[in-house]
């Protein structure tokens, strides 16, 4: 839900921050898709792993990233390593999903 105080406390209590929930989504997917900047950082700066796959599609926090249009979360997960070339189940890589929502400065960047 974006606590990060929460995920402060988990983090501090040896909680896996790539551990998947019941939707098949990571706390680092969640923020991504919710546009929370400074929580994804936060995760990212503890061990988020960028790169992990979740739910059936096997999106990314990168695709969810370009997929709403946060300019400057696509920019800091791609400076911490995420794959910009990685296809989901369909066939589909970031920069197909935002040339598919039309956010034209993430195509760009891509």
């Known amino acids: 839900n974006g606590n990060k105080h929460l995920i402060k406390f988990l983090i501090e209590n040896g ?3 790539n551990k998947k929930g019941k939707n098949g989504y990571t706390p680092l997917h969640i923020a991504c898709m919710k546009g929370n900047e400074p929580l994804v950082k936060y995760l990212v700066e503890h061990g988020a ?3 992990k796959e ?3 599609t096997n999106k990314t926090s990168l695709y969810f990233a ?3 249009g946060n300019d400057s979360i ?3 997960l791609i400076a911490h ?3 910009v070339n990685k296809k989901i189940r369909y066939g ?3 920069l197909i999903v935002a040339c598919e929502k039309g956010n034209e ?3 760009k960047y891509l």
């Open 92 to 94: 589909k890589t970031p």
């Open 66 to 68: 370009c997929q709403n």
């Open 105 to 107: 400065s993430i195509v």
């Open 81 to 83: 390593g995420a794959n």
């Open 74 to 76: 696509v920019k800091y």
């Open 49 to 51: 792993d960028v790169n």
């Open 15 to 17: 909680a896996d921050l």
């Open 54 to 56: 979740g739910g059936y």
